[in-house]
């Protein structure tokens, strides 16, 4: 863990290689992963780098592969993976097929450009060969459709049609067309038969055109043509997409060359393919015409069936080492990409310069000296420390499985200055927590923790599995899940809460009278079964059951959960800014520890950690003690004596109205509290009678010197104290330090020759900008602390009123779905069962975890993290092939 609370020491390097050996010692640099380079050519193009027409040539290869892979799953096929990817980077660069010999980067690639450019153009001419295929395969079909539905038209309707010609009067010879030429007789009178006869065009319109198609046709020839439609049952296959497309037949009939032309412009606008058909009254010849093209559809069905097993034979090839082929393809191209960041020095040298793992100096020295090593170089390598001043280091922390989550957690935010303390290490145990205090219940927290359990039993699995984006995220945060689940049923047992109901596992330490019989009547009053501040009247373990049937349920469980989401919340904050004090030591930052973290710590101290003491002394002291020490009683009743009074019980002399306090003072009837109060502490109660905590902090400010209800001795003075410390740590904080900044940036003192050289009128204006910027600086940041440990310690009761609200929802679910249907029948009880899991499900076990989850990132992100963290620093981003590949395949 001390590794995780600062990041991992870097250091700055300069690596030279020779030319020809730089490919193989980037190939085992990207293995190691520990190693991020600078571009030393920020000045040149893309396109004029050194190694740029190797990048393009592997552009290309991704290109070809992800043509594979779009023709792959054209199939469905699975792509068969190309095994672990550390299994994948312990291979040497070998081909398969090769003879498993070693080949160097421009070898490999021109295996690739070979071995792929062949596959790609077998599959583009099977592709459009299939594209051919598909097309006359489908002007057959349609042929074949349009022929049958022209023929059954015409041996069906048009001899219908006709006989309705002759009974109206129509005096035609053929009738296929008669409503339209009842249209043309009442227009032009009548004609001789041979002018009668109609022409037609036939073809086929995608199905979702029809009617659009009908439409346009009418208007263009304004209703002077006939249209019939035929639905083509077998949907037909598009040759460009492969979709699935359902289309119609069409046979239009119409006499006028005019109305010709604009049918067929028609036809080409909706992209209707149109087909000359043999005269329908020559039946042996449509007949004839229908067999030769059933015929020629058998074979070119055939065909194209040979065609698409031919394709998926060599998509089943290409499925077995695409994924390979990607990942050789990828580290190449980043091996490349980082010569680029090279610079060409030397002729036949290449220097490069980089951000290195302090502890990983030594692997990369070893893995550059092997690669010149293994390529007999007569020139040597070196990797040498490049002298400071360095550029800013980036932050690198060594993450497993369990803190990888909440790292990224807190990258999210931003990312931790070099060396800066790691919020992730304490937000690994506090987040989780603070959840668990919003969510608390036994019930609800453990089908969170089995939900997290079940996702840590599959993380080998879910390791190898492509997920989606969701799935991924909850596989990346299976601990912290696990975790929030754990700490929900811790808090749970603590409020003693399971699904809104007590548990009575050890017993309740009070009892009401009658309770064994059921006898118990609402108003009456619990008393303990054992001897106060005994062994026996404490219950073992989280709060007594017997507040979840008490009438003051609700009030007691609110000062609780109040009081200790400040303390949380308090303590949280102030470890917070105790780690800015740990930054400055760190640094070496004297001003910062002095004149801010110290008066920091002592405004914090004064005021917020004071107010934890209260409610920790106000809990530690016996008041019903205090408050019977201030009691007049009778020596002769039966309180006389009791045990609850801790002191030494003394009879007095009996001189007023003859009763006591328990420590001898004779009680007139005139006494108030403080009169009777044995303590003397001041104020109204003199120690005797509880505070209320709130009204004793906000007298602290408005008030001072003045405590109503002390709990001990001089604590008006203490809180002077306090006060004072608190107001005189402001001006500390806001003055000291841009004070000694100015005078360290003060100009020297010059002689009076160098005034004349220079002038008489010095410009500061730059060194006034400077100070200037400091006071703001200190302003805001003292404004933020000060008026931030106010708002964030309310802040933190967002602690008490989620969990709250989530019993108090519980209770309601309970109540409402589950205990008004017990008492009914067996069928209201299961409807309301399902009610009840409904609603629990929906609410509580999703929507209620979702809003503790962003409720406690809040918490972390704002009142915790801005009290020491900066969130500027750079992310180290290695130059490593598994994390390429991991990022390629996500």
């Known amino acids: 863990m001390a590794k995780w609370f600062r990041s991992e020491p870097m250091e700055y390097i300069s690596l030279i290689v020779n030319e020809d050996a730089a490919h193989d010692c980037l190939a085992d640099l990207g293995k190691l992963g520990v190693l991020q380079f600078t571009d030393l050519n920020p000045d040149l193009t893309p396109f004029q780098r050194r190694y740029v027409s190797y990048v393009k040539r592997c552009d290309e290869l991704e290109r070809k592969l992800r043509f594979f892979s779009n023709e792959i799953e054209k199939f469905e096929l699975d792509m068969q993976p190309a095994g672990s990817i550390d299994a994948f980077l312990r291979v040497s660069s070998a081909m398969p097929g090769n003879g498993g010999a070693k080949q160097s980067g421009a070898q490999l690639l021109e295996t690739l450009e070979v071995e792929l450019e062949s596959y790609e153009s077998q599959l583009r001419e099977l592709n459009s060969y299939s594209e051919k295929l598909t097309t006359e395969y489908n002007e057959k079909v349609e042929l074949q459709e349009v022929l049958e539905k022209a023929r059954r038209f015409f041996m069906t ?38 002018d009668m006869r109609f022409s037609s065009i036939t073809g086929v319109v995608a199905a979702e055109e029809k009617h659009r198609f009908e439409r346009m046709i009418f208007r263009a020839t304004r209703g002077n043509c006939y249209v019939r439609f035929a639905p083509i049952k077998q949907p037909i ?19 006028s060359e005019s109305i010709e032309a604009k049918l067929k412009k028609i036809c080409d606008a909706f992209a209707a393919h149109r087909y000359s058909l043999p005269d329908m009254d020559d039946a042996p010849s449509v007949d004839r015409m229908l067999t030769e093209n059933a015929q020629e559809l058998v074979d070119s069905r055939t065909v194209l069936l040979k065609n698409q097993d031919t394709r998926y034979r060599l998509c089943q090839m290409l499925a077995k080492h695409t994924e390979r082929w990607t990942w050789i393809v990828l580290r190449e191209k980043a091996v ?94 506090t987040f989780p927590f603070l959840f668990g205090v919003m969510y608390g219940d036994v019930g609800h927290g453990s089908f969170l923790l089995c939900a997290g359990l079940y996702l840590i039993w599959n993380e080998k699995a879910n390791d190898n599995a492509r997920l989606g984006e969701m799935l991924e995220g909850l596989h990346s945060g299976r601990y912290m899940i696990a975790m929030m689940g754990f700490f929900a049923v811790y808090a749970g047992l603590i409020y003693n809460d399971c699904f809104s109901l007590g548990l009575n596992l050890f017993g309740s330490r009070w009892a009401f009278s009658g309770q064994e019989y059921g006898f118990v009547e609402e108003g009456d009053v619990a008393t303990p079964i054992a001897e106060y501040g005994s062994d026996e009247s404490v219950y073992p373990f989280g709060l007594d059951p017997i507040w979840h049937v008490s009438a003051n349920e609700l009030l007691f469980f609110n000062s609780f959960k109040m009081k200790l989401s400040v303390i949380f919340g308090i303590i949280q904050m102030f470890s917070g800014t105790c780690l800015k004090g740990a930054n400055a030591v760190f640094f070496g930052n004297t001003l910062d520890l002095l004149y801010e973290f110290i008066p920091m710590v002592v405004f914090a101290a004064s005021l917020f950690v004071y107010m934890v003491f209260l409610i920790f002394f106000k809990w530690s002291v016996d008041w019903n003690s205090r408050m019977l020490s201030a009691t007049c009683l009778d020596p002769e009743g039966d309180s006389w004596g009791s045990s609850a009074y801790n002191g030494e019980w003394q009879v007095c002399d009996g001189s007023g109205d003859g009763t006591c306090t328990p420590w001898g003072l004779s009680c007139t009837g005139a006494e108030d509290t403080a009169d009777k109060c044995p303590l003397d502490f001041g104020g109204s109660g003199d120690g005797c009678q509880p505070p209320n905590l709130i009204t004793t902090l906000i007298n602290i400010a408005l008030q001072p010197g003045s405590v109503d209800e002390p709990m001990y001795s001089g604590q008006a003075g203490i809180q002077n104290v306090c006060l004072l410390l608190a107001f005189g740590s402001v001006p500390v904080l806001l003055l ?69 609200a989530h019993s108090e ?65 750079i992310r180290f981003s290695p130059y490593s092939f598994k994390q390429l590949i991991k990022d390629a395949s996500g």
């Open 336 to 429: 490349y990409h980082t010569l680029n960041m090279f610079k060409a020095d030397v002729s036949g040298m290449l220097r490069g310069e980089g951000w290195v793992v302090a502890e990983s100096v030594d692997s990369v020295r070893e893995s550059v000296n092997k690669a010149h090593a293994n390529m007999d170089m007569a020139m040597p390598s070196l990797v040498d420390h490049v002298p400071k001043p360095w550029p800013t280091p980036p932050t690198h922390f060594v993450t497993n499985k369990f803190t990888y989550g909440y790292q990224e957690f807190v990258n999210t935010y931003g990312i931790p200055r070099y060396q800066e303390a790691n919020p992730a290490l304490f937000t690994a145990a």
């Open 809 to 873: 929802l519980a209770t309601v679910f309970w109540e409402k779905a589950m205990l008004s249907t017990l008492n009914m029948n067996w069928f209201a009880a299961y409807i309301g069962f399902g009610v009840f899991a409904g609603v629990t499900l929906g609410v509580l076990l999703m929507m209620d975890v979702l809003e503790c989850f962003l409720h406690a990132l809040r918490l972390h992100w704002v009142e915790f993290q801005n009290k020491f963290f900066c969130a500027d620093g």
């Open 736 to 804: 000291v330090k841009p004070y000694l900044l100015s005078q360290q940036s003060h100009t020297p003192v010059t002689h009076a020759a160098d005034e004349e050289d220079h002038g008489d009128g010095g410009d500061h204006d730059g060194d006034h900008d400077g100070f200037g910027e400091i006071v703001i600086h200190q302003a805001i940041e003292t404004i933020e602390f000060v008026l931030g440990m106010v708002s964030n310690t309310a802040s933190y009761l967002r602690l008490w009123a989620l969990s709250l």
């Open 157 to 194: 309707d048009a001899p219908r049609l006709a006989v309705s010609e002759l009974t109206t009067g129509g005096g035609r010879e053929t009738g296929p067309v008669g409503n339209q030429s009842n249209l043309l007789d009442s227009e032009g009178g009548a004609r001789p038969s041979l």
């Open 237 to 255: 296959t598009d040759p460009e997409t492969g979709v699935l497309l359902e289309k119609s037949v069409f046979i239009i009939f119409y006499k």
